[in-house]
């Protein structure tokens, strides 16, 4: 007997409620409300943690799917081009900095530049243009630029509370999305070990062929409810706590980075993230190597007199992710499937990700639900690995002293993985190659960019025979200061672009 799937409850709201629902009845557009339908409950009392608002460039296309117009986003989030990271003082602490940009190096995919650059350290200056328009302050684009597009890849820094509703207007008046307003009371688990049914305070019962738990750090269904262990990965990445700010600007023409600027500190590190109303700013330190008060102590004294007045709000969670993402018929996304430090924007992008995988391949019949389940967490248990060793190489090769640094230098705190990567990376750095998998998060440009910014020589003299494309090379990176230099000629202050592109919208 079929039984089709097509009564989808997302629990919980936030973006990752409103955006999973966004993204999968994107999917589902041409079909009735009697082939498909989604409800996204919510309690009113439940506040969100809201402090993700740093972006990929995968927002760039997930927004365009889901039918949002960029120029609206902006406007209605005080949204900025994000054009990639800034770390400063995470080799030294003597003032060095390094950008991983979004735009990956000339000859990306052809030829390495890396063997042939003066000092490997400054790969992303000689082998890319968006260190110098970071630095300098420009938009990713200029007014020619249709929305969307422009010379440099980019992301977006938005107030994720104003996304989320606007993202709730957008899923109830344009996508059919039904909004119910109520709290969960409990689970009803059937006698096969899936959800039968949520119990809600007002509306009682409410049943569904698939549940999408959007619960935040407690995942009421996939954890609680289902039972679904946590796989801690505070071993590898201590960072536990964080204190934000909302921090105005001194005036409203202050220029906008458009770049997230991450600043180590002795037991941490701290964010800071550009909108076009103010800044959001914020420390994030591991619990085992500083206290909260000497971590706010550092946040004020990064501020400076822009502090005064302001109060920090603390963030405490616990590293790591759901041994299972997908159970039965309930499947976690955002908070609810694992949480680790706002870093490289990981918890937005692995929103996009999962609703999409849900959008794309949501069963036609609840039969093929654990086939569906297993691929599932098959990807997802994959990118939580990626996800560790990227973070990771952030830290790992530091030389800095303190006792936070260097535990983190420790081995023993290595995943296997990333050991095996840097083995091979010793001789001949990273390599397409070495991420050919159609559900890479980060491509071999990001560990490049991280991983010589970090001060990383590869011995490329073992197998120099290999590199005699000199030619080209000095060709390319000929090009690439022709390029930053009309670059830097030409494309407009952000903030200057944002207004003016806003103004003529």
């Known amino acids: ?95 060095d900095f390094y950008y991983h940009p979004f735009t990956v190096p000339l000859g990306y995919g052809k030829l390495d530049l890396a063997p042939y650059v003066e000092s490997v350290e400054n790969f992303a200056v000689e082998s890319n243009f968006q260190h110098h328009i970071c630095e300098a302050g420009l938009a990713p684009r200029g007014h020619a630029d249709l929305d969307y597009q ?14 989320a509703n606007m993202l709730k207007e957008h899923c109830t008046q344009k996508l059919g999305v039904k909004h119910l307003v109520d709290t969960l009371c409990d689970t009803l ?78 037991a941490g590190w701290i964010w800071d993230i550009g909108l076009t109303h103010r800044r959001g700013v914020g420390h994030v330190y591991s619990s085992r190597f500083t206290s909260d008060e000497k971590a706010e102590a550092n946040l004020r004294r990064y501020l400076g007199k822009a502090a005064d007045g302001l109060a920090a709000r603390k963030i405490s969670y616990k590293p790591g992710h759901r041994e299972k993402f997908w159970h039965k018929n309930c499947v976690a996304v955002g908070m ?111 560990y490049q960019y991280v991983l010589y910014g970090m001060e990383f020589k590869p011995d490329f003299s073992s197998q120099a025979y290999l590199y005699n494309q000199r030619q080209q090379a000095e060709q390319l990176i000929k090009r690439n200061q022709q390029l930053t230099q009309q670059m830097l000629q030409n494309l407009p202050a952000h903030r200057d672009y944002i207004e003016q592109w806003l103004a003529t919208g």
Not at 150 to 163: I, K, M, R, S, T
Not at 370 to 398: C, E, G, S
Request: with cysteine.
């Open 336 to 446: 609810a499937a694992g949480f680790v430090e706002p870093l490289e924007a990981t918890a937005i992008m692995l929103i996009e990700l999962s609703s999409r995988f849900i959008g794309e391949n949501l069963p036609a019949d609840k039969a093929l639900m654990p086939v569906v389940a297993k691929r599932f967490n098959q990807q997802m248990d994959y990118r939580w690995q990626r996800i560790a060793d990227f973070l990771k190489l952030h830290y790992m090769l530091t030389q800095r002293p303190e006792p936070y640094w260097q535990a983190h230098c420790d081995e023993a705190t290595f995943p296997q993985s990333l050991k095996d990567d840097l083995a091979i990376w010793r001789y001949r750095g990273p390599a397409t190659s070495d991420f050919d998998s159609a559900i890479e998060l980060f491509p071999a440009a990001s």
């Open 150 to 163: 422009g010379p440099c890849n980019y992301a977006y820094h938005l107030d994720a509370g104003e996304l």
């Open 1 to 95: 007997m079929s039984h089709p799937v097509k009564n989808i409850v997302i629990v919980g709201g936030g973006i990752a409620g409103w955006l999973s629902a966004a993204v999968i009845a994107s999917y589902h557009q041409g079909a009735s409300d009697e082939q498909f339908r989604i409800t996204l409950v919510e309690s009113s009392d439940v506040p969100t943690i809201g402090v993700g608002e740093g972006t990929w460039p995968t927002m760039k296309n997930t927004l365009r799917q889901i039918g949002l117009n960029e120029r609206e986003v902006f406007a209605r989030c005080h949204a900025a081009f994000k054009q990639g990271g800034k770390f400063v003082n995470w080799v030294h602490g003597n003032g």
């Open 189 to 266: 688990i059937a006698d096969d070990g899936s959800i039968e049914a949520i119990v809600l305070e007002k509306t009682g019962q409410l049943a569904a062929d698939l549940f999408v738990d959007c619960t935040g750090a407690r995942s009421l269904l996939l954890g609680q409810a289902l039972g679904i262990g946590y796989k801690s990965l505070s071993d590898v990445l201590f960072n536990d706590s964080a204190l934000a700010m909302q921090v105005p600007y001194e005036s409203a023409d202050t220029p906008v980075a458009s770049h997230t600027i991450a600043t180590a500190q002795d």
